[in-house]
């Protein structure tokens, strides 16, 4: 029988210790530990902020050193399995953590204990709207670029970050678009509200003369040019050349953008950090491509 427990942090929220999932895996908890450290920053970017606890000392004399362990997230522990190599271990303990942290929601529905539905970084951000101060005579990007958030993440199932601004990258290459163009409305402001520790920005907003030019330029410059140069950017060349592929969308352009002329180890890893982080956000999205 396995050992594996899912417990509730002191935030209510599941994790399983970092040392029960190296023991299931056969290996030892100091070198799952260096692998936890090295991708610290991609799995906190994805996912929560990584919480790390002293254990017991134990064995010995003196008591043996104290253990430095991680609490994970069932998405951190399905990011770190899949940048390991899909052994049979591997395999078998993704299927023990899907069934332990099933059994654990399971446990607190019974107990009146509902825990929220989880959604993705933009759909979060479009049900928060309503909380942006804009005028009923002006415009946002951020609100009509929407259809862009949201293809970037339920179509082409990119793992997107809380501080990932796909909605930046559209502003950006407006007003650079609109320089180009000399286009003169004026453009006034209005306050964007993050529910996180950038709290409200001030951001452009623009006349409804300009709005058919922006909806033309999106389709026809943002979308098919400076959409897959901002995902290079973010996610590497082979983690790009595979969402367009997904998306029968390859054409000449997508080929050219993503080459990669020599070797780049530096790609290959960053196109392993992009499956395993897709792997574990899996069951965010909630709608089907």
Request: hydrophobic share 35%; with cysteine.
């Amino acid at each position: 029988m396995s050992d594996l427990m899912v417990t509730r942090d002191s935030g209510g929220i599941l994790v399983v210790d970092s040392r029960l999932v190296a023991q299931e895996l056969g290996i030892e908890h100091e070198s799952f530990i260096k692998t936890i450290d090295k991708y610290k920053s991609q799995a906190e970017s994805a996912f929560e902020v990584l919480r790390f606890e002293i254990g017991k000392p134990s064995g010995g004399p003196l008591g043996g050193r104290p253990e430095r362990f991680a609490l994970l997230t069932e998405e951190h522990a399905t990011f770190y399995m899949t940048l390991s190599r899909n052994t049979p271990e591997v395999v078998q303990l993704k299927v023990k953590l899907t069934q332990a942290f099933s059994e654990a929601k399971r446990l607190l529905r019974g107990l009146g204990v509902v825990k929220p539905q989880t959604t993705t970084v933009y759909i979060q951000r479009l049900q928060n709207m309503s909380d942006h101060i804009i005028a009923d005579d002006v415009w946002a990007t951020f609100r009509e670029g929407a259809e862009v958030l949201l293809r970037v993440e339920t179509k082409f199932r990119v793992p997107v970050s809380q501080m990932d601004l796909c909605d930046g990258s559209i502003g950006n290459h407006w007003s650079q678009y609109r320089q180009e163009i000399n286009l003169q409305t004026p453009v006034g402001s209005y306050i964007h509200k993050f529910k996180d520790q950038r709290g409200t920005i001030e951001c452009k907003a623009y006349q409804y003369l300009d709005l058919p030019i922006f909806k033309k330029w999106l389709r026809d410059f943002y979308i098919p040019v400076h959409l897959p140069e901002y995902l290079v950017g973010r996610y590497g060349k082979l983690a790009v050349l595979q969402i367009y592929e997904e998306q029968r969308q390859l054409n000449d352009y997508i080929v050219e953008l993503t080459q990669i002329k020599r070797s780049a180890p530096r790609e290959e890893e960053k196109y392993l950090i992009f499956l395993a982080a897709r792997d574990a956000m899996s069951s965010r999205y909630l709608i089907s491509s």
